[in-house]
Structure formats: structure tokens, C-alpha cells
């Protein structure tokens, strides 16, 4: 069975983390479970999870794709302001 491919613009850090977050929910683990999934730390998650502007890329890389996500990158046309 394939989901329906999530497609949404994420403008700051915090938008990332209460997506992540939800998803971890709907898995029904706790932090401390995906963390050791992700293999990183519990901080890390939650950190990540609550926005934290500043992280290690490659690490929420990591989790990000643990969970089925990637990131896709694309030029902003002009004319979208």
C-alpha cells in the first residue's frame, strides 16, 4: 500500500518539526523510540522536533528520511513573490 506523497513548502524549522512530529505520533512511538530508530540522541529529536533553528543537517537528514520523508529542493520563480 503507498501513502499519498506528503507535497508541502516548508518555510521555517519549526514547520519540519510538528510534521516529524506527527508522524512519530501516528507511528505511536515515543521520542526516546525514534530516537534509537534514528540512531540519534533524544535531545536531538526533540530539539528537532520543536524547531531548533540551529541543528546538525546531516543528523535531521537522517531522521527525516527514517521516517519516509525527503527533502526536495526548487527554485523560487520570480513571480511567487
Known amino acids: 500500500m503507498h501513502e499519498k506523497p506528503i507535497g508541502i513548502i516548508i518555510k521555517e524549522p519549526k514547520e519540519i518539526g ?8 501516528e507511528a505511536k512511538l515515543t521520542q526516546q523510540e ?12 526533540s530539539e528537532l ?7 546538525h543537517l546531516g543528523k535531521a537528514l537522517k531522521v ?3 521516517f519516509g520523508l525527503v527533502v526536495a529542493l526548487k527554485r523560487k520563480d ?4
Not at 18 to 25: A, E, G, P, Q
Not at 49 to 55: D, F, I, P
Not at 78 to 81: A, E, K, M, S, T
Open 64 to 66: 527525516l528520511q527514517s
Open 78 to 81: 520570480l513571480q511567487d513573490g
Open 18 to 25: 510538528l510534521l516529524l512530529r506527527r508522524i512519530r505520533k
Open 49 to 55: 522536533e520543536n524547531g531548533k533553528q540551529s541543528l
Open 34 to 45: 525514534a530516537a534509537a530508530m534514528c540512531k540519534v540522541g533524544t535531545r536531538f529529536l
